[in-house]
């Protein structure tokens, strides 16, 4: 059973007191690895605190029987002809919204970027936005990088574009000690003892491997060398080379390419090309390795699988409710799948708790794109 509270106290959904009106239509809550959680319910005008929900203002706590599974703010509501009230919510995660990045220069850690996306976060919002550094377990190859942007955005859309865009990995918000932490993590570490298995509460699977994003052919470019750039040098390296005002590898490979290539990509999908630009890489050493790993890794086809399964935590409390972010194994004869993948999105209907689709993956699989 599912219960939907505001942050005053109210109570917007309890099934156990329907006869009182405080009950919503639709209850879902839909979570995914990297974006802002959503809530959504339908209101109708008798309800006792249909007119006590403010955008933007109302805080909102969804909680089941284990304790608090969503915490956000109403972002939007929307009223039709009978007024009936669509109220969405947005995840804690949203308030990352509210805060502006300027046009900002940064050499350094990427535990010390998030850190300052943060102190710059806190200096602009109420405190109930604020959030605390937490483990960061994300690193680049010479944990080192540079980060720069020319125009303002928020907070939210640099830390898609200037991390997770660029070093992979994942935010999470964790409370511990009643404080809100953001964690940045390269992987998904944590262990689900709940098997998803046919025959016993896998309901339907779907498998889409994707080969859009296979390169086999690389450009790759460093760091930008331009009087007017944030990554400026009066002195560049030793033997640097250039090409359009950025570092390449042309004395490093054979012939003097350019580019560099994977056999076996080519071999199994011929040449496929695309640049790559490093802007934090001022050595041609660094560069040529740097691209060779993400070259490894972009012939991969990417598999993901949507699957609608029964949470067994819903019919004994001793089995390990199914979360985001975490591992479970996937096992299913008929399909030839035995698997730990990660669960990257949660659709859970809260009126209805059989309605549950779970998205295992997104997982680079073999060359075949088999798992």
């Not at 331009?226 to 009066?234: I, R």
């Not at 409710?321 to 035995?338: F, G, M, T, V």
Request: with cysteine; glycine share 6%; hydrophobic share 35%.
């Amino acid at each position: 059973m599912y219960i939907i509270k505001t942050g005053d106290g109210n109570t917007l959904h309890n099934p156990l007191i329907k006869a009182s009106g405080k009950i919503v239509d639709e209850p879902q809550i839909e979570e995914e690895i990297n974006t802002i959680g959503s809530l959504t319910f339908t209101m109708l005008p008798n309800h006792p605190h249909y007119e006590n929900v403010k955008k933007l203002s109302t805080l909102i706590f969804v909680y089941d029987d284990d304790g608090e599974i969503f915490r956000g703010r109403v972002y939007n509501t929307t009223g039709n002809f009978n007024k009936q009230k669509k109220v969405v919510c947005q995840s804690e995660m949203g308030f990352f919204g509210d805060s502006i990045v300027r046009p900002f220069g940064y050499s350094g850690t990427v535990r010390g970027f998030v850190q300052k996306l943060i102190d710059n976060h806190n200096a602009q919002v109420d405190d109930y936005k604020q959030f605390v550094l937490g483990n960061i377990t994300v690193t680049d190859t010479n944990d080192y990088i540079t980060r720069s942007n020319t125009v303002a955005q928020t907070t939210w859309a640099t830390m898609k574009d200037r991390c997770i865009d660029l070093l992979g990995g994942y935010f999470q918000i964790r409370y511990e000690g009643g404080i809100r932490y953001l964690d940045y993590l390269a992987d998904y570490s944590v262990k689900n003892s709940q098997t998803i298995k046919f025959g016993t509460n896998l309901l339907d699977l779907e498998e889409y491997v994707d080969a859009s994003n296979v390169k086999t052919v690389v450009i790759p470019y460093g760091a930008q060398i331009d009087s007017s750039s944030p990554y400026y040098q009066e002195e560049p390296p030793e033997n640097a080379e250039y090409s359009g005002n950025r570092i390449t590898i042309n004395s490093l490979t054979a012939d003097g390419r350019d580019y560099i290539e994977s056999e076996t990509g080519v071999a199994l999908y011929g040449r496929i090309w695309c640049n790559q630009i490093w802007d934090d890489v001022t050595e041609r050493s660094n560069l040529l390795t740097k691209a060779t790993a993400w070259l490894e890794e972009q012939i991969l086809l990417s598999t993901t699988l949507t699957i609608s399964a029964l949470d067994l935590h819903l019919v004994d409390v001793n089995v390990e409710k199914l979360q985001l972010a975490q591992l479970n194994e996937l096992k299913s004869i008929p399909h030839n799948i035995s698997i730990w993948l990660p669960v990257t999105k949660i659709s859970r209907s809260l009126s209805n708790p059989d309605d549950l689709k779970v998205t295992l993956g997104k997982t680079k699989s073999t060359l075949t794109g088999k798992l």
